[in-house]
Antibody, heavy 120, light 110 residues
């Protein structure tokens, strides 16, 4: 079965760029849409953006100017970069798959999440 | 800005039936299907209900979903202590062109 694993630094300094990678195992990254979601401490879920295996993307307008999404099909990975981070970007970051290859569909597979703290 | 509104909390005793509501608008629930996620303490969200009322394999039939117009509901019957978790509704939003999550409902089993 497909599994997702987020990886990246757990601590990022203010104004720097947060970089995370999601590795897909047990299945192919091809033919699916993939999303990033975050959850600040004690708060709810916020959708960050999605990427298709072909490279097409869309992001939450609230973050769009700071977000870069990319995919590496040869490594079965996709990545998130969030620039100019502040303490408000401190959160657990999740990657997830859209069910059935449709962007409108549910997120049926989630990574375990990785905690990113923004602090000097 | 699009919003999916859920009650912040809900509660029930073992064996009871509880429902959690999710109110949206024509750009999300009114035109797209609703999904529900269960998040147990300290864990990643798990898909509970998809396409308004479908259960993924392995989800007990105690969990059910429904939708009418721009609102949706999650019902949990035969409440069990292990159901104590945060529940989130979500739907594609045409204005956002992305996934919109509700604020989440913390379910307490008394």
């Amino acid at each position: 079965q497909v599994q997702l694993q987020e990886s990246g630094p757990g601590l990022v300094k203010p104004s720097e760029t947060l970089s995370l990678t999601c590795t897909v195992s047990g299945g192919s990254i091809s033919s699916y849409f993939w999303s990033w979601i975050r959850q600040p401490p004690g708060k709810g879920l916020e959708w960050i953006g999605y990427i298709y295996y072909s490279g097409s993307t869309n992001c939450n307008p609230s973050l769009k100017s700071r977000v870069t999404l990319s995919v590496d099909t040869s490594k079965n990975q996709f990545s998130l970069k969030l620039s100019s981070v502040t303490a408000a970007d401190t959160a657990v970051y999740y990657c997830a798959r859209h069910y059935g290859g449709y962007i409108y569909s549910a997120l049926d597979v989630w990574g375990q999440g990785t905690t990113v703290i923004v602090s000097s | 800005q699009s919003v999916l509104t859920q009650p912040p909390s809900a509660s029930g005793t073992p064996g009871q039936r509880v429902t959690i509501s999710c109110s949206g608008s024509s750009s999300n629930i009114g035109s797209n299907t609703v999904n529900w996620y269960q998040q147990l303490p300290g864990t990643a969200p798990k898909l509970l209900i998809y396409s308004d009322n479908q259960r993924p394999s392995g989800v007990p039939d105690r969990f059910s979903g429904s939708k009418s117009g721009t609102s949706a509901s999650l019902a949990i019957s035969g409440l069990q202590s292990e159901d104590e978790a945060d529940y989130y509704c979500a739907a594609w939003d045409d204005s956002l062109n992305g996934v919109l999550f509700g604020g989440g409902t913390k379910l307490t089993v008394l």
